[in-house]
């Protein structure tokens, strides 16, 4: 069998809270492949940005192990980590996260530079008119509509050719018309790229998209449902 991508083995996290322990994740065990489009569901509060976060080196677990291409992130340092997650990881959030004194270019082309891709100036043109803002690119992020914020948000994150694509409700702030053409956009570049996609989405519409859905409740998998 080949490794997987991504490997959660007994993972859990756990904060204090009020002289107590909550515990946020419990044991989980998830192996996702190379290639994968995985859609994780649950309902507020049953850990999915928890578990993202893990995937990309954002967090720590208080245990189990996070193995990415076979490499224990778990163990790695915060430099390491840092390096980690520019070279191999691209995310996607809710709030687009956008660098607000860098214009729509900029922003594309920061990852490109910190990773000193050749070609660099080329590649963010080619990204931003693969999502429809090849006209755009000198705008700041406030001047920017919010699907066209995540819009850069997508651009960005593809363009260091990640292995891994985190998206945490990347259409939460969005209507619904401007949140399925930012999915439709998202969809057509892993397709593209044969990018390994973990999506965290309420939507049903968007979860049957997906290769597997994996139900967390109360940081735990409740169901994991694998298209055959
Ligand atoms: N830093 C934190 N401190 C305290 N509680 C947290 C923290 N992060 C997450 N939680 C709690 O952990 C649970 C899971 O959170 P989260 O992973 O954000 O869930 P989801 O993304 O599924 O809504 C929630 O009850 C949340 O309040
Ligand atoms: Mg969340």
Request: proline share 4%.
């Amino acid at each position: 069998m080949r490794t997987p991508l991504l490997e959660l083995r007994g993972v859990s996290k756990e904060l204090p809270s009020g002289g107590r322990t909550l515990r946020i994740l419990d044991a989980i065990d998830l192996s996702i492949a190379a290639g994968e489009f995985a859609a994780i569901l649950g309902p507020s509060g049953s850990g999915k940005s928890t578990l993202l976060g893990l995937m990309a080196g954002l967090d720590r677990p208080t245990r189990g192990e996070v193995l990415l291409e076979g490499e224990a992130i778990h163990r790695m340092t915060e430099d390491e980590l840092a390096l980690l997650r520019r070279r191999k990881v691209g995310f996607v959030f809710q709030s687009y996260q956008l660098l607000s004194n860098l214009t729509a270019r900029e922003n594309v082309l920061l990852p490109l530079e910190l990773t000193g891709q050749a070609g660099a100036g080329a590649r963010a043109t080619e990204l931003l008119a693969a999502v429809g803002l090849g006209e755009r690119g000198h705008h700041y992020p406030s001047q920017l509509s919010g699907g066209e914020q995540q819009r850069v948000a997508l651009a960005r994150a593809f363009g260091t050719r990640p292995p891994l694509l985190l998206a945490d409700e990347p259409t939460g702030n969005l209507d619904s018309a401007t949140g399925a053409s930012i999915l439709d956009a998202l969809v057509r570049l892993r397709s593209e790229s044969g990018t390994t996609l973990v999506l965290v989405t309420h939507d049903p519409a968007v979860a049957a998209l997906a290769d597997r859905r994996v139900h967390l409740r109360d940081g735990r998998i409740e169901r994991d449902e694998t298209a055959s």
